[in-house]
């Protein structure tokens, strides 16, 4: 155990917890404080403590949400609740949320060294479990074949915290990454997908690896849903597209509210409709001009500005690229003056 965080809204009481935590015999490489449980998640976020110790009652976030949180993020992070209130209930809540211990107030040195002295213990003999790193693998191919993506990141992110804190060396970290992947490739396999995706290439950083890995793992969705044919996909894309079309939207926008990414929209767009994103968008907006400027009492300036063009020029070049006529050409052709 190297690293801890505390918790709690009383300074007094936090600044003897840190007190009482350097005085112990085992050497802690950090020890952090945090004010309520907001925070205490930024940091967590930010470096992943292995040990947690959390008061109940705090503004903005209570210790039972906040170790909630954190069971559900990180679970092998170790938590310790200490607080003033002995209710059962509370304890119970603790209990569900994967918490240690629950130390009431007011403790003393010789309590809080005897608590750490068992956790450090756990720590240093704390095994791998297998059946929980195979629980997420199985929970992101599940998601991928489901095209989840938010998901797929959420349940990634997990496996990533869980492979942080139970290695013991980056390249320990690197090489259950490496045994995602490969198990990964086979479970969608025997779904009858067979991903064509890159090896990852060695890194030292497990940062770094670990960004590579969430790479390939979105070009398998991507892949995936390019052999489904992507039509329902696309025709949403169009849809989006269609009650926006005045609006300055760029692929990467349609992109996000699609939840794929910006190339493979790119790609997919033209398979399906036989045309570009950008060609798309242009011929909506001048079939939408098409019927403004039939319509007598609409000034051409504001037509250009009505379709989603900044200015008439550009309107004007747009429109006679496409139709062979200027504004002006086409409602002279339709009778308008």
Known sequence: MKHILVVDDEPLILKGLV???????????????????????????????????????MPKLDGLELCKQVHEKYPLIQKVIISGYGDFEYAQACISYGVKEYVLKPFIPSKIHSLLDKLVYESHHAVFSISRYEE???????????????????????????CSTASTSDSDFIQLLKDCLTMLKKRLSVKGFHPQGEEISDAADKLQYFAQLQIQILKMIDELTLQRGGQDLMQK?????????TKDLSLEDVAEYLGITP?????????????NFVQYRIMKRIELAKKLLEIPHYRTNDIAYEVGYENYPHFSRMFKKVTGLSPLEYRHMMGIK
């Open 19 to 57: 007190v009482m935590l350097k005085q112990h015999s085992h050497t802690f490489d950090s020890i952090r404080t945090a004010s309520n449980g907001l925070k205490a998640l930024q940091m967590i976020e930010e470096s992943m403590p292995q040990l947690l110790l959390t008061d109940i009652r």
């Open 136 to 162: 997420w693998i199985d929970k992101i191919v599940e998601a991928i074949w489901s095209l989840r993506i938010e998901e797929v990141e959420l349940h990634l992110e997990q496996l990533r915290s869980y």
């Open 237 to 245: 894309a169009k849809y989006y597209m269609d009650s926006h079309i």
């Open 263 to 275: 190339p493979y929209l790119s790609l997919l767009f033209k398979k399906v409709h036989k045309e």
